[in-house]
């Protein structure tokens, strides 16, 4: 399909570059029977890109197939490697970028951690307010100075002025990005000096990298810089920065509200990488199942992470649960759970000696080193395998 019109530059430049019938509608549910796993609404794919400003966007996003509700759990922090990073980006904010003494807003802000840690760390004096209606906890705390609303952002000026604008992994769940942006925008009416910060994947790493089950359901709107740039300039955000962070995977960017902002527009070589990458998923799936299959017959396999990568990866390789045996997950609240669509299940790490498992795929490069350390202090002894690496070499079984 061509000539779509883009949801970021508004040209009519879009073409489909890749389709899947029948994937999870949201990824990160927490379902306690494989029976509630598999009755996760089904949505589709048809992953398209612009050829003008170089957003790629799913045409095929249904909203009423996600949930975003108190069962819905893509917390992170378990990790100590997206800890490390976490904590990064909270030192970023408050030493270079100066985020003292200042009123924050959090538009999406989930379990309220990044909010909390920009005001409780020592000696910043900041206060905050986070927006999100999946929000689980206490609505007050630190005597008034941090503050949960469960709702989205109105778009109406804040009741107070604020100084400071953070949204994370947000603006990709949002198929009208330039609205969302436009709202942030419209809150900060009064709130001239503010200054606003995005951080969103990048669809680049995605489609350069291979990483072919970065591709879901929920992440509607997924952006190169140069297309971030636009979606933000075209609401009124002059840019002055973005980079590539968390290894090349995520986007960050800052912003400030202005008047008569130009709007440009660079798409890239955007569209050649995704026809290439569409080009080698076909083969890549069927190269994959293959292996699996001679891989479940030496002994069990299992995947690290239950989190949007992982779900995707055993609905696209293993759908009926014959292939993989169970899911990896550190995140507590995810243990004892199953994946929505396929409705493997989710263990501990320390489950993996209990179901000899034989062979790990690993999802995320970034997580490598404190998997293979973890597994080395459990005594677990696996094959494990980096999806990312070998994904189109993945000779399971040597």
Request: net charge negative; with cysteine; charged share 25%.
């Amino acid at each position: 399909m061509s000539g779509l019109t883009c949801p970021v530059c508004g040209c009519a430049a879009g073409h489909t570059f890749l389709r899947r019938e029948r994937v999870p509608g949201t990824q990160n549910l927490l379902s306690r029977s494989q029976e509630a796993a598999r009755a996760v609404a089904s949505g589709a794919l048809e992953m398209s890109a612009c050829d003008k400003c170089g957003f790629v966007w799913n045409a095929a996003f249904d909203a009423s197939r996600v949930r975003y509700d108190q069962d819905y759990e893509n917390s992170q922090t378990s990790s100590p490697a997206f800890e490390s990073y976490f904590q990064g980006l909270i030192d970023h904010l408050i030493d270079e970028q100066e985020i003292r003494n200042h009123r924050i807003v959090e538009v999406g802000c989930g379990n309220g951690s990044f909010l909390r840690s920009l005001v409780t760390a020592d000696g910043v004096r900041n206060t905050g307010i986070g927006y999100d209606p999946c929000y689980r906890g206490n609505t007050r705390d630190l005597n008034g100075r941090l503050e949960f609303r469960l709702e989205f952002l109105s778009g109406e000026p804040l009741d107070e002025p604020c100084d400071v604008v953070v949204s994370r992994h947000v603006i990709e769940h949002i198929l009208q990005p330039v609205e969302f942006l436009s709202t942030i925008r419209r809150s900060l009416s009064n709130s001239s000096d503010a200054r606003v910060f995005i951080e969103t994947p990048s669809v680049a790493w995605i489609l350069r990298s291979r990483t072919y089950w970065d591709f879901f359901h929920e992440h509607c709107s997924i952006f190169t810089d140069a297309s971030l740039t636009t979606a933000c300039e075209r609401a009124g955000l002059a840019v002055t920065d973005v980079r590539h962070v968390f290894g090349g995977q995520y986007l960050w960017l800052e912003a400030t509200p202005a008047e008569g902002v130009e709007v440009t527009r660079n798409p890239g070589d955007i569209s050649e990488i995704a026809a290439a990458f569409a080009v080698a998923e076909r083969d890549w799936l069927e190269r994959w199942r293959r292996e699996l299959e001679l891989a479940a017959a030496e002994g069990p396999v299992a995947v690290w992470g239950a989190g949007a990568k992982g779900v995707t990866l055993v609905n696209l390789l293993d759908p009926e649960t014959r292939l993989v045996q169970c899911v990896v997950d550190m995140n507590p609240l995810k243990q004892g759970g199953f994946i929505p669509g396929s409705g493997h299940s989710i263990v501990a790490p320390e489950e993996l000696c209990n179901r000899g498992v034989h062979h790990l795929l690993l999802m995320n490069p970034n997580y490598r080193e404190e998997i293979e350390d973890l597994l080395t202090r459990l005594e677990v002894a696996v094959n494990v395998i980096n999806v990312t690496e070998r994904a189109d070499d993945p000779v399971l079984i040597s």
